[in-house]
């Protein structure tokens, strides 16, 4: 850098570019660098997890609770009591309000679906905008909350209902939740079962 | 903050033609100093010959209210300097608002006993990697008129989240620099 800022024509007497520090690290170049002979670029792999910490990956403390549990609920334990209680409550309201819902949700759906004689689409749109928004949430609902959502998703497409499945603001919210990190298998097949029973697949088809 | 997108709809809607808005996710559950949020501000440099430096020496910029999410006063969620400054309690847990690396290592330690953290392993190398990937894709807009002996300062902030992972924030072209002068004074 101090190549950039020192006068070529009148250099100073003493030259600061030997034995003083440099604070500043040269993380990418294509060539030419004074720096370095080759090019450089110090990004790590893109396999390497966003999770500095594996312990600390909820793909590791969901389904090896036991196993990487002691490093993470002293964490969590630490962190927790940082955290003012009102974040605390007011998450919990959240996932609570969710499971509340969901569990109505699916059964409203269910007796809706099966049990009337005509399907009203509103209602059935309804209940689809909030599973939906449920699950664009997925990481703060319990397994048996996904699971409920999943199987709402399932009875909506293959009901007579379906037809509001082709709802682009719906369609725009599935594809999310398939292009989302680190997506739950279940939601996955969810979606998909989704998009294949829509009107909008069969369009394709045809 | 929104918590729908009606609202961004409607926020954007109300904005005046022919600008640009970006709406970026909020970081639910951020990892707070001592109950309040705070990010972490470091400098880069790049210069004409493509060459991207990283200056070792950032700070963290804390808020000066105690986090909670049902509050919607913006000195809770924002920490830049130019917003704190204004707020009552600015100054009053750390001068400035504004700590060193080693003073959030030393958090992390205590915060986190059983993890052997590596503030470079873990951190910075996060950040140098957004670095690059955000240098890449503009790199072409940088220096148009193709000026020798010229290099640009960019202000990075970046976040930490309760699992640790490095999220960046924004990237800035132009920002005071007393504040750092400050700290390196002390």
């Known amino acids: 850098m101090l190549d950039i800022v020192l006068d070529p024509l009148f250099p100073p007497i003493n030259d600061v570019r030997n034995g003083r520090a440099n604070d500043f690290d040269l993380i990418y170049c294509e060539g030419g660098s004074v720096y370095s002979d080759k090019p450089l670029n110090v990004r790590s792999p893109f396999y390497v997890s966003r999770y500095p910490f594996p ?3 909820p793909k ?33 309201n959240r996932i609570a309000n969710y499971h509340c819902s969901l569990e109505i949700i699916f059964k409203n759906l269910y007796n809706h679906i099966n049990f009337r004689a005509e399907i009203n689409p509103e209602v059935v ?7 939906l928004g449920a699950l664009k949430n997925w990481e703060l609902l319990s397994s ?38 680190n997506m739950k298998l279940e939601i996955q097949l969810a ?16 | 903050m929104f918590r729908n997108w009606d ?13 640009y808005w970006v709406v970026q996710k909020y970081i639910e559950r951020p990892l707070l100093y001592l109950g ?7 400098w880069v440099l790049i210069t004409n010959k493509r060459e991207v430096f990283f200056y070792k020496h950032g700070y963290i910029r804390t808020s000066s209210d105690t986090y909670d999410t049902k509050n919607k006063n913006n000195y809770v969620h924002l920490t830049n300097n130019c917003l704190q400054k204004f707020g009552d309690n600015y100054g009053k847990h750390e001068e400035g608002n504004t700590l060193s690396f080693n003073s959030l290592l030393e958090f992390l330690k205590q915060t986190f006993p059983n993890l052997q953290i590596d503030f470079e392993k873990h951190v910075v190398s996060k950040m140098k990697d957004f670095v690059i990937d955000s240098y890449l894709s503009w790199k072409k807009n940088l220096n148009p008129n193709k000026r020798k002996n010229v290099f640009e300062l960019f202000g990075y902030d970046f976040l930490l989240d309760e699992d640790l992972r490095t999220w960046l924030i924004e990237v800035i072209g132009y920002y005071p620099m007393q504040l750092y002068l400050n700290l390196k004074h002390q």
């Open chain 1, 55 to 57: 312990e600390l990956d």
């Open chain 1, 60 to 92: 590791n403390t969901g389904q090896e609770a036991n196993k990487g549990g002691v490093e993470y609920e002293a964490r969590m334990s630490k962190t927790n009591q940082l955290r003012s209680s009102s974040v605390e409550s007011n998450t919990d």
């Open chain 1, 125 to 131: 749109n309804s209940h689809l905008t909030k599973i």
């Open chain 1, 144 to 181: 048996k909350h996904i699971s409920l959502a999943c199987k709402s998703l399932h009875l909506i497409a293959n009901s007579a209902a379906n037809v509001i499945l082709s709802d682009q603001n719906h369609i725009l919210s599935i594809s999310k939740l398939l292009s989302s990190e």
């Open chain 1, 191 to 206: 979606a998909v079962s989704y998009l294949s029973n829509s009107p909008i697949n069969r369009i394709f088809w045809l």
């Open chain 2, 7 to 19: 609202d961004i709809l409607n926020a954007i809607g109300s904005k005046p033609s022919e600008t």
């Open chain 2, 36 to 42: 309040r949020k705070f990010d972490i501000r470091v």
